[in-house]
């Protein structure tokens, strides 16, 4: 079928020449809230048969014309990722982009929900991978003197989600920069433990430590090292 066109390529194929035509528009009239506008992407098997293991279930491309051809420089991709059962269909979702040339996948979501950025199989919630180690940065709009550059955070969904933290703070200059760590104790709220200072001075108890390490307790500071029986310490 063409729209827009006689001589179509696709089961569907739409051509627009103006920019106010160049859509597709879905609309539901509806008053239950699940309910929404869907594309499906279905996909079995010759003969309605099962699908495998690595099989493609559908694909979205993008692409734009280069003055010679069509070249799709990006699109998300379904794959089977495992052994389809009877409700159960295991499915990674991959994302394509192109600098140049062939488009490349540069993030996944495996089937079990962990995130990849540079690798096809994420061990972790989050993982990045790069031939010369993977990344992730944190970064603050506008420097500034005292700001907050990034935090990680620690915590328990359904008790308290921010109950350690780790936080780089802008040290007196906009290039400059401290580690500062938290905790919490039971019933207690976030507080300060220990600080990296932007000159490498470590602060256990204190804001602003004056020497390689300072350790400060009000009542009685201590610091304790402990050897095995039979090693000195």
């Known amino acids: 079928v063409g729209i827009g066109t006689a001589t179509p390529s696709q089961f569907l194929d739409i051509l627009a020449t103006q920019e106010s035509d160049?859509?597709?528009?879905?609309t539901l009239n509806c008053d239950l809230d699940?309910?929404?506008?869907?594309l499906i992407l279905n996909r079995a098997a010759q003969n309605g048969g099962i699908v495998d293991d690595g099989d493609v279930l559908g694909i979205i491309k993008f692409g734009g014309y280069d003055g010679n051809s069509v070249e799709n420089?990006?699109?998300?991709?379904?794959?089977?990722n495992g052994?389809?059962?009877?409700?159960?269909?295991?499915?990674?979702?991959?994302?394509?982009?192109?600098s140049a040339g062939t488009a490349l996948e540069r993030m996944r979501i495996?089937?079990?929900?962990?995130?990849?950025?540079g690798t096809n199989d994420p061990s972790f919630t989050l993982h990045a991978n790069h031939t010369n180690g993977g990344t992730?940065?944190?970064t603050r709009t506008a420097g500034s003197t005292a700001g907050v550059l990034g935090s990680i955070w620690f915590g328990n969904i359904d008790v308290d989600t921010t109950i350690a933290n780790i936080r780089g703070v802008q040290d007196g200059a906009t290039d400059s920069a401290k580690l500062v760590f938290q905790t919490e104790v039971a019933g207690g709220s976030l507080t300060e433990r220990m600080v990296i200072?932007?000159?490498?001075?470590?602060g256990i108890?204190?804001?602003n430590p004056g020497k390689d390490l300072e350790v400060y307790n009000a009542s009685e500071p201590r610091i304790r090292v402990t050897a095995g029986a039979n090693s000195n310490a």
């Open 22 to 26: 160049a859509g597709i528009r879905v």
């Open 34 to 38: 699940s309910q929404g506008p869907q």
């Open 73 to 80: 420089s990006a699109k998300i991709e379904a794959t089977v």
């Open 83 to 98: 052994t389809p059962s009877n409700d159960n269909m295991p499915t990674d979702l991959s994302f394509y982009t192109a």
């Open 110 to 117: 495996a089937s079990d929900g962990k995130v990849g950025i």
């Open 136 to 138: 992730v940065g944190l």
């Open 197 to 202: 200072k932007s000159d490498g001075n470590v």
């Open 205 to 207: 108890g204190t804001t």
